[in-house]
């Protein structure tokens, strides 16, 4: 049954991903303003989630800037639930929403102001691809936010399959960071994980 659970906050689809979305919502909605509120985004930009989900960040953020967001999530079930969500700004060509895998998508270089993402990073194997586009998409000083849990919170929380569950620690997600050409990398701890900001 666990391991049912855990696949629905990989890729949540059917029932069960309704009810793990409105779990998500309200478990992350204050880690998504303090993610959205370091990415210091400007009018005009363009931004890019990663892992969207339900779509309240996407949301959260058009509701303060007058910006362009985009983003990517390969959940058909959370492309539909985040397209509904924000349905207006989609309809203006503010918000743009990808349905696909991150790790084939090809991303434009240098397009993007500002790239975050929650809860994401548990679900890539290794980390060199992802954090390599993130780099190339955005422009030079763009700003690059993520948020993870601790991997004893997620363990804490009952997700202990390692197979669908990566348990990165701060300093291997660090040294890939560097390793993908990001230089200046600043974290916060709060009980549960890491906010993590990094520029180009
Ligand atoms: C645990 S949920 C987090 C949702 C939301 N970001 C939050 O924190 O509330 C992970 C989301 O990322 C998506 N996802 C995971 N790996 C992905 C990938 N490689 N490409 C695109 N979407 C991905 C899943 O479909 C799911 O919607």
């Not at 492309?79 to 998508?105: C, H, M, P, Q, T």
Request: charged share 30%; glycine share 8%; aromatic share 16%.
């Amino acid at each position: 049954m666990l391991r049912i659970i855990e696949k629905q906050f990989r890729k949540p689809s059917g029932f069960l991903g309704k009810v793990v979305s409105i779990i998500m919502q309200k478990g992350n909605d204050i880690a998504y303003n303090r993610i959205i509120n370091s990415l210091e985004i400007k009018e005009k930009e363009h931004v890019f989630e990663i892992g969207y989900g339900h779509g309240l960040g996407i949301k959260k953020i058009l509701a303060n800037t007058n910006c362009f967001v985009s983003g990517i999530d390969y959940s058909k079930l959370m492309n539909k639930l985040a397209s509904k969500r924000n349905k207006n700004s989609i309809y203006k060509g503010k918000v743009k929403l990808y349905y696909g895998d991150f790790l084939d998508y090809k991303i434009k270089p240098h397009l993007y102001d500002k790239i975050y993402f929650l809860n994401v990073i548990y679900f890539w194997d290794k980390l060199e691809l992802p954090f390599n586009k993130i780099n190339v998409g955005l422009k030079e000083k763009g700003i690059f936010c993520f948020y993870m849990d601790h991997p004893d919170e997620l363990s804490r929380q009952g997700f202990m399959k390692e197979d669908l569950f990566n348990k990165y620690s701060i300093d291997e997600v660090i040294e890939k960071l560097r390793f993908s050409g990001f230089n200046k990398i600043d974290y916060q701890q709060d009980k549960m994980g890491y906010f993590v900001k990094c520029m180009k």
